[in-house]
T-cell receptor, first 112, second 112 residues
Framework: SQQGEEDPQALSIQEGENATMNCSYKTSINNLQWYRQNSGRGLVHLILIRSNEREKHSGRLRVTLDTSKKSSSLLITASRAADTASYFCATDAVGQGGKLIFGQGTELSVKP | SQTIHQWPATLVQPVGSPLSLECTVEGTSNPNLYWYRQAAGRGLQLLFYSIGIDQISSEVPQNLSASRPQDRQFILSSKKLLLSDSGFYLC???????????FGDGTRLSIL
């Protein structure tokens, strides 16, 4: 079954608001990664959080990881119209040789 | 710096025709290489991954095959395309180990 499941499937906010996306997974992981995909393009890696880390920041992005709940969240602060994209979590599960299992994604729309 | 090239960007093929999609990576050696397929509005499905020349693993049984004739070249092929092969195909590379993946811009394949 799919390792990563994301919530919500779609999110629509106004510019300047914060956007929070959640990801749940089922098995032990080495790390969890977040990617962004603009329509019709390839994915772009945003941030990687290792299983022994609880929080990580990169610019306006904040990622948390709770291994006891097998969940992660991505927070985008002060969103901009240019943040409009699909966001995917991907898990690097233990014993899988570095292969990633992607969730179905959250489609974020930021209205100006 | 490393770059990944994937072509063609779009392809329209009749049912039963052959397929060859090519992906090359520059600026790194011995990368892990991946082929994914993405259905509309969905997450990524891993098709093949390779940790070296002649080391290719298939994740999903289907009428597709992959080859790695050179260290930084990964080819996705089919002898006879099916309607169900339509989709968005993405190539990616990563450094060995639990590392982020870097994606090409994808090929939109339509089967008529």
């Amino acid at each position: 079954s799919q390792q990563g499941e994301e919530d919500p499937q779609a999110l629509s906010i106004q510019e300047g608001e914060n956007a929070t996306m959640n990801c749940s997974y089922k098995t032990s992981i080495n790390n969890l990664q977040w990617y962004r995909q603009n329509s019709g393009r390839g994915l772009v890696h945003l941030i990687l959080i290792r299983s022994n880390e609880r929080e990580k920041h990169s610019g306006r992005l904040r990622v948390t990881l709770d291994t006891s709940k097998k969940s992660s969240s991505l927070l985008i602060t002060a969103s901009r119209a240019a943040d409009t994209a699909s966001y995917f979590c991907a898990t690097d599960a233990v014993g899988q040789g570095g292969k990633l299992i992607f969730g179905q994604g959250t489609e974020l729309s930021v209205k100006p | 710096s490393q770059t990944i090239h994937q072509w063609p960007a779009t392809l329209v093929q009749p049912v039963g025709s052959p397929l060859s999609l090519e992906c090359t990576v520059e600026g790194t050696s011995n990368p892990n290489l991946y082929w994914y397929r993405q259905a509309a509005g969905r997450g990524l499905q891993l098709l093949f991954y390779s940790i070296g020349i002649d080391q290719i693993s298939s994740e999903v049984p289907q009428n597709l095959s992959a080859s790695r004739p050179q260290d930084r070249q990964f080819i996705l092929s089919s002898k006879k395309l099916l309607l169900s092969d339509s989709g968005f195909y993405l190539c990616a590379w990563s450094r060995p180990g639990n590392q982020p993946q870097h994606f090409g811009d994808g090929t939109r394949l339509s089967i008529l």
